[in-house]
């Protein structure tokens, strides 16, 4: 029954991973049909329950309270989930105002009778001030039961209302056919009892690692490591070969300032100009500055200096097919490298290519090629300048300098300001008139501030802005930690296959540079979060950011705890930090979906976080154990470190899990729906629960055979990640 048990969980592995690709390729109706909602899939989970059971009543592991709880969570949580497939239905009620409705039509096309009727009282919509991004919907509906009785209910995102057995979540409003979207599920046991199984599931979790007599307690005992490493760092810089094209004009640094010092309705929220300087810059050039001027000198130039501007090549073009296209020898181009002697646009054709469907080598580095041209053009036609706001009657509505579609009935000096305020600007600043230009972009602001109110960002906020602005630029900070990490743990193998111990001053040396690290990084989290108003994890730069925090905070106590060398902890660090760039460079910071208003957010994303975090250092120990494998004590007290550190991974990574998938009960009315991110994140949880039973699959007892294991193992981390966010899709998707 043990071999049976094990052979099952593989080959659950290879369904799941299957599917995902099945739902890449096919769609998810094909997936859902012919896996995840099939008869054999549900067989494969019955059998790997059974063969468990049996197998958990041969060896007695009920004398073991804390591991004989955690698999009975488990299979109640599969009984959770057959019983729900068995008895539960969900369905969507497009409910139109007055209109009353009696049954819901589920995924399957099957009608299912209410014991009530709904009515749709109203429903409304509330967006972040002053702007047109929705932060909530909200529904009042009228639930009459059969008896005549009646109760009134609102539902919002995040917020459900419950009757008689029925749940009810807000899904969006659909403002062009006058509905709102309901999710109605009806699953009175299968949540109970799946939710036992997590509660269950944590303390149990959180037992073993408590527990005396544990596996885990006996492993901290075993570990003694004493490593330290050797310091050293050699950083390269280079000169950017568009120092021999003449500097263009643009801004004094006072103008500039003030510049940045406006507001701007940008990416649905009011942000500082600079925010927008600083955006505009990182992504034509891939940094916040250039040629020693600000960003906000930069945008400057561009809306006041667009000829001088335009054949700066600081465009920075990824796809060598789109430099090839744009005849180009380096890196950089320039707006005038985009159009030919005769004036056309040489990326028209590839464009209409890829628009038709047709297959083009790299169509996203040449869409990205023509939507960094696209910027340039908006910001140097000013169409992205949202630097006008109107209040008519409570509501702000921001327009464009020159903008042609002016209410009506504004007064004439109003309409004189906003329509031609920006070309007196203009010719202040080209004929150098540097006081009046200031002058103005104050009045500028003081009209702004009467326009808006209270609707503008505070005090506190906008500085917290301009100042993150100023300090988030990482790519230094994650070369440099990369650097350092790669040095050190080449020394560390070099003296361990040595039998020689490094200096303690090393060790030292980089506890401070991570405990430096540490502060940089809470100082832009922190930052961000007031600036955004809510936990920033809602993308993929945060939250890789968020990884970067973790790592170095477990650095630092396995540096101080049990004298570890910090060269793994480092590359980790640095290398997250590196891929919290690859996105965007530095992605704008954008009001939060309606849907991640909730508090499960912030608890579910750094749970995983820091779950991969520990991940990440064991697989790093593991390459170091196997580069220096014929020194058997490093290789066991490696093997030892990462077993320690493998309890509390997969603690994490399972409580994780399942917040989420309370989360997702919560807003999307079902706390399992098999999405790629959701099956891939069980995919790892069993790949890394393997190790944990020694005792019953012998191999793991091999410290080599283990991190060897552990290694591999990271590919399911990478590509429950990145393969989700950048190939497999679904809803868990961003970047």
């Not at 009696?102 to 509330?126: A, M, N």
């Not at 990824?318 to 990326?347: E, P, T, V, W």
């Not at 480092?570 to 909730?598: C, D, F, K, Q, R």
Request: charged share 15%; glycine share 6%.
């Amino acid at each position: 029954m043990k071999k049976i048990t094990f052979i099952l969980l593989l080959a659950m592995v290879v369904v799941l991973a299957t599917a995902t690709i099945i739902e890449r390729c096919y769609g998810t109706a094909t997936a859902q049909s012919t896996i995840y909602h099939s008869v054999p899939f549900f067989l494969l989970w019955m059998g790997i329950a059974v063969s468990a059971s049996v197998h958990i009543m041969r060896v007695k592991l009920y004398r073991r309270l804390p591991s004989f709880g955690v698999h009975v969570a488990l299979l109640l949580i599969l009984a959770g989930a057959a019983t729900t497939w068995l008895t539960g239905y969900s369905g969507k009620l497009l409910l139109s105002r007055d209109e009353c409705e009696t049954s819901l039509i589920d995924d399957k096309g099957v009608k299912h009778p209410l014991p009530f009727s709904v009515t749709l009282l109203d429903y409304t919509i509330k967006y972040y001030d002053g702007t047109q991004s929705p932060a909530d919907f909200v529904s009042r509906i009228k639930i009459s039961s059969h008896t005549g009785d009646e109760i009134t209910a609102s539902v919002r995102m995040n917020h459900i209302a419950s009757h008689q057995g029925y749940r009810f979540y807000q899904m969006g409003v659909d403002v062009e056919n006058d509905t709102t979207i309901l999710q109605v599920t009806h699953d009175p046991w299968g949540i109970a009892i799946t939710y036992s199984g997590y509660l269950l599931l944590t303390i149990s979790l959180i037992a073993v690692l408590w527990w005396r007599r544990g596996r885990f307690r006996a492993l901290l005992k075993q570990l003694s490591l004493q490593a330290s490493c050797l310091l050293t760092f050699l950083l390269l810089s280079f000169v950017s070969a568009q120092a021999q094209v003449p500097v263009p004009e643009t801004v004094t640094p006072e103008v500039a300032e003030r510049l940045g010092n406006l507001f701007v309705l940008y990416n649905g929220r009011i942000a500082p100009v600079q925010t927008l300087a600083h955006d505009f810059t990182t992504k034509l050039y891939g940094q916040p500055t250039y040629r020693g001027f600000t960003a906000e000198q930069v945008l400057a130039g561009w809306i006041f200096y667009f000829d001088q501007w335009r054949a700066q090549p600081m465009i920075k073009v990824k796809s060598l097919h789109a430099r090839q296209l744009l005849n180009i020898q380096g890196r950089y181009a320039s707006m005038d490298d985009y159009r030919a002697s005769d004036n056309s646009y040489r990326l028209d054709h590839t464009l209409e290519l890829i628009n038709s469907g047709a297959d083009v080598d790299d169509a996203r580095g040449i869409n990205e090629a023509h939507e960094k041209y696209e910027l340039a053009f908006m910001v140097a036609t000013g169409q992205i300048l949202k630097l006008f706001p109107i209040n008519r009657n409570g509501e702000i509505t921001w327009f464009t300098p020159g903008s042609r579609t002016l209410p009506q009935e504004l007064p004439e000096d109003q309409w004189v300001f906003v329509r031609r305020g920006m070309d007196y600007l203009s010719e202040m600043v080209i004929s150098h008139h540097q006081d009046e230009a200031c002058h103005f972009l104050e009045k500028l602001r003081d009209y702004q501030v009467q326009e808006c109110g209270n609707a503008l960002p505070g005090d506190t906020q906008f500085k917290a802005e301009k100042l993150y602005n100023r300090i988030n630029s990482s790519k230094w900070l994650a070369m440099l930690l990369v650097t350092l990490g790669l040095i050190l743990i080449v020394a560390g193998v070099r003296n361990m296959s040595r039998g020689k111990k490094l200096p303690q001053w090393v060790a030292l040396a980089g506890l401070c540079a991570m405990m430096a690290t540490i502060l940089y990084l809470i100082a832009c989290i922190t930052l961000r979060w007031i600036v955004s108003g809510h936990v920033p994890l809602s993308n993929g730069f945060e939250t890789m950011q968020t990884m970067s925090l973790a790592s170095a905070l477990l650095t630092c106590w396995l540096l101080i705890r049990h004298h570890v060398t910090p060269g793994p902890g480092m590359l980790v660090t640095g290398l997250t930090l590196m891929v919290s760039m690859l996105g965007e460079s530095n992605p704008a910071i954008t009001p939060l979906m309606p849907v991640l208003h909730s508090p499960w957010l912030s608890t579910h994303v750094a749970t995983i976080m820091i779950a991969y975090s520990l991940l990440a250092l064991m697989t790093l120990n593991s390459l170091m154990a196997l580069l220096s494998q014929h020194q058997y004590s490093t290789v066991q007290r490696l093997h030892i470190l990462n077993m320690v550190m493998l309890y509390p991974a997969v603690a994490l990574l399972a409580i994780g899990i399942f917040i989420g998938a309370v989360w997702a009960n919560v807003s999307w009315g079902t706390y399992w729906s098999w999405d790629p991110k959701e099956v891939w994140a069980l995919i790892t949880l069993i790949v890394y629960a393997l190790p944990l039973h020694s005792q019953s699959i012998r191999r793991f007892n091999s410290p080599i055979f283990t991190h060897g294991y552990v290694a591999l193992a990271f590919l399911s981390v990478l590509i429950t990640y990145f393969g989700v966010n950048y190939f497999l899709g679904g809803m868990h998707s961003y970047n």
